[in-house]
Nanobody, 114 residues
Framework: QVQLVESGGGLVQPGGSLRLSCAASGSSLRIPIMGWYRQAPGKQRELVAYIRSSGSTIYADSVKGRFTISRDNAKPTVYLQMNSLKPEDTAVYSC????????WGQGTQVTVSS
């Protein structure tokens, strides 16, 4: 079993930055994929970005050039640096990990508003 604990959400003004962190525990194996999804009110959950243990990354088109995903395999922890935030980035951001099955964190609220 893998447990995921997120931190770093909050309220930020448009154009601002936030950094999300997600710490994984419960497995001694390297987690092949870690990433972030988000769900805005009234919308379906969508992929934001994910990163493989090799370091290769995938981003949603809506966040390319603004968000950066990274990971520390030793901890293991995945990070999401979010810059140039827009009101449409407001959502609950959930950490995701894949190790033989899907694992989810409980989510952290990100609100972009003036």
């Amino acid at each position: 079993q893998v447990q995921l604990v997120e931190s770093g959400g909050g309220l930020v003004q448009p154009g601002g930055s936030l950094r999300l962190s997600c710490a994984a525990s419960g497995s001694s194996l390297r987690i092949p994929i870690m990433g972030w999804y988000r769900q805005a009110p009234g919308k379906q959950r969508e992929l934001v970005a994910y990163i493989r243990s090799s370091g290769s990354t995938i981003y949603a088109d809506s966040v390319k050039g603004r968000f950066t995903i990274s990971r520390d395999n030793a901890k293991p922890t995945v990070y999401l640096q979010m810059n140039s935030l827009k009101p449409e980035d407001t959502a609950v951001y959930s950490c995701y990990a894949y190790l033989a099955q899907d694992y989810w964190g409980q989510g952290t609220q990100v609100t972009v508003s003036s």
